[in-house]
């Protein structure tokens, strides 16, 4: 089997916790090159994973100078540079979410990554999810769905670093990082509009944790979507009807910060079944996200309840075996770039319809 040499940049949490575990231990690829702006961090995880000095770069233009690299890993907080970069230096892409700040900045990282024939794959791992694959196949079957639900609250992650050890570098200027903040604000704004300023938080919500929910919400119905109305309460919260075709759906999103929780579903009702995806705390490796199915029991209207683990695969794991298929047989990624910009869409037409 052929490994594909890939360089990641950004050496935080999710790289930490998800990425790096999974290349390193995958018969696909070999971590050949890390990128950090903070050398102590990427001395540190390049240590631990066996990368020499001489390629771990602090600057990601040094890095894909290098013409052994054929794949990148962004995990950086800012994803619009790199990935334009990257295509532009002939690299296969897998990007973190979000898949850039604006509807703009997605179509544009498409339009380059089509026009130097590489991969483009945004990290969406839940597509991935096996209990989802299965809510997927089971919805096809279903009858005169009446109502989806989809509510996301999310919780602290303050609670990672008791789980995890996550190393850290302090050679950073956190002026840099303010910088950087401030910047994507700035992206961000300009990807709702001046007049939308009072929904930044409510967009950088959807950019964030919802996106997770949006995109499954389009493989599980299409494209096909009209925002009928969104109400932003306490500055991030989110409701949301959205009609996906004959479909109407319920999205509700928001944070809890000060809870260490995790209160994910997607439930769908129809004539005959009822359906319920419960996901897990999404650190949590290997924990199956549980399924719930309620059907008519037999000929009667008595219900019958199941409850289902379809797997204890991890879908952060699923995701990099993709990408390694999509590269080795010339196959478009399920959660390609062009997929995404669909996402952004959404999430435009989602801050349009708040009620002021
Ligand atoms: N798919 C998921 O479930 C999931 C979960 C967590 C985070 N994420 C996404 O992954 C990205 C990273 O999140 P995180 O929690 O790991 O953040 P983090 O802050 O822990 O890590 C980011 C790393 O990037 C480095 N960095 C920032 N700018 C850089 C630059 N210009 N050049 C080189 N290095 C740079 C930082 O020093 C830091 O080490 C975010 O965009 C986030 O949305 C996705």
Known sequence: MRKIKIGVLGCGQIAQIMHLPYLSA????????????????MRAVGFEYG????????????????SDIEAVLICSKEHFTPVIAAAKAHK???????????????????????ENHVKLMVGYMKVYD???????????????????????????FAYTRDVFDIKKGNDVDPAFFDKGKAENNQMMLDGIGEENKEFLPAYSLLLGVSSHDLVLLRHAFGNDAE?????VHNGSFVSSVIRFGD???IFESGLVMKRAIWDE???????????????????LK??????????????????????????????????????????????EPITSGRDAVNDLKLMRDIIAAARR
Not at 27 to 33: H, N, P, Q, W
Not at 92 to 113: D, N, W, Y
Not at 130 to 156: A, C, P, T, W, Y
Not at 227 to 231: D, H, M, N, Y
């Open 26 to 41: 995958s018969d696909e690829f070999s971590i050949y090159a890390l990128c950090d702006v903070s050398v102590e961090l």
């Open 51 to 66: 990368v020499p000095e001489e390629r771990q770069y602090a600057d990601f233009n040094q890095m894909l100078s290098n």
């Open 92 to 114: 296969h892409i897998f990007v973190e979410k979000p898949f850039g700040f604006s509807l703009a900045q997605a179509e544009e990282m498409v339009r380059t990554a089509d």
């Open 130 to 156: 096996s209990g989802f694959e299965f809510v997927k196949r089971k919805i096809q079957e279903m009858n005169n769905i009446s109502l989806v639900r989809v509510h996301d609250f999310g919780g602290s």
């Open 227 to 231: 925002v009928l109305f969104t109400s």
């Open 247 to 249: 479909v109407e759906c």
């Open 265 to 283: 579903n997607f439930s769908v009702y129809s004539d005959d079944v009822n359906l319920r995806i419960d996901f897990p705390w999404p650190y």
């Open 286 to 331: 290997n924990a199956p996200s549980v399924v719930h199915v309620s059907e008519n029991y037999g000929e009667s209207s008595m219900p019958c309840e199941t409850k289902i683990s379809t797997s204890f695969s991890e879908a952060y794991r699923n995701e990099i075996h993709h990408f390694y298929d999509c590269i080795i047989n010339d196959k």
